[in-house]
Every structure is written in C-alpha cells, then in structure tokens.
Nanobody, 123 residues
Framework: QTQLVESGGGLVQPGGSLRLSCTNSGSLFNINTMGWYRQAPGKQRELVASIDRDGITNYADFAKGRFTISRDNAKKILTLQMNSLEIEDTADYYC?????????????????WGQGTQVTVSS
C-alpha cells in the first residue's frame, strides 16, 4: 500500500490546537524522511516540519515553538501537534514520505502524498 491517509483537520479558533495524524498500512514508514506540508489558497505548497526515522526533526520558522512533529514507526503513525494556531495557518495539510533510492541510473527520489486534510483557523 502506497497510500498515506491523514486525519484530524477541522475548524478551530485562533489560539486553539489541532492534532493531525497520518497513517499507512504498507511499508512507507520504512522511508527515512516523512513530513507535513501545507498549501493555502493561491499559494505554493510549503514544508511545515519533517522527521527522519531516528527522530531528527526540522521545522519551518513559522512552526517553531508552536508545532511538534512526531513519528511512531511501529504503529505507522505520523503526527503533527499544532498549538497557538493563527488565522495564517489556514491551509490544506499534506502528509509526505520522501523516498530516496538508487538504480543503475543513479540516485532517484519519489514523493508519496496523502489526500490532504483541511485546517481552518477562524473566529
């Protein structure tokens, strides 16, 4: 199974919290780097946070101090805890698995994406 399935989006007031989850029934959690991206209307998709299998994380500046990414490889769950949400956080949030592999042609990459979950921050 190469499908990533997100859940947890919704409507929240400014200052509130949401917890997004991403699961996969196949082997995508063997991929080293997984992360969350978001895309607001009229804007490009951007990285929110990523995490590798060893738990090393990387956050976009806007996410630092407010969002926490975590990963349970055994349970095949990727989560994004979002606190102190702002109106500007309104977007569709996507789970990603970034695969790197090697063939006779050299290094290759492939991105797996979920279908997205909508987060709306509004009063």
């Amino acid at each position: 199974q190469t499908q990533l399935v997100e859940s947890g989006g919704g409507l929240v007031q400014p200052g509130g919290s949401l917890r997004l989850s991403c699961t996969n029934s196949g082997s995508l959690f063997n991929i080293n780097t997984m992360g969350w991206y978001r895309q607001a209307p009229g804007k490009q998709r951007e990285l929110v946070a990523s995490i590798d299998r060893d738990g090393i994380t990387n956050y976009a500046d806007f996410a630092k101090g407010r969002f926490t990414i975590s990963r349970d490889n055994a349970k095949k769950i990727l989560t994004l805890q979002m606190n102190s949400l702002e109106i500007e956080d309104t977007a569709d949030y996507y789970c990603n698995a970034h695969d790197i592999y090697f063939t006779d042609s050299g290094r290759k990459t492939h991105d797996y994406w979920g279908q997205g979950t909508q987060v709306t921050v509004s009063s």
